[in-house]
């Protein structure tokens, strides 16, 4: 339930407050947004499965953010591109964990009309 109040205050909250990002964050943003996704869909699995800690889903959230954003800027310090490859394979992660998701929900919905 905290969970959802939450998404709700974030949803509208974004509505509502304009926030402009400079063209040269943008990169950065972009990679550190797809880690917390990443880290939301992992953490949806992990309830799923009956699993999640709140403790690995808080750390998991900002760690991933903060070093997917530090090595895309440590890439463009370098001249080497690495936020792409980030958003490759933060973008697979998601993908996998939101095939799980939707499993484990068919198989749940399952369970519930058989009575389990």
Request: net charge positive.
């Amino acid at each position: 339930m905290i969970a959802f109040i939450g998404l709700l205050l974030g949803i509208v909250l974004g509505l509502i407050l304009e926030v402009n990002i400079p063209a040269t964050l943008s990169p950065y943003m972009s990679v550190a947004i797809l880690a917390c996704l990443d880290s939301v869909f992992g953490a949806v699995r992990a309830s799923l499965s009956k699993n999640f800690k709140a403790d690995i889903f808080i750390s998991g959230f900002f760690g991933n953010a903060l070093l997917a954003a530090g090595l895309a800027y440590l890439g463009d310090k370098l001249g080497i591109p690495v936020y792409i490859a980030a958003v490759i394979v933060f973008g697979g992660r998601i993908f996998d964990n939101f095939a799980v998701i939707r499993r484990l929900i068919i198989e749940n919905l399952k369970n519930y009309k058989r009575g389990e």
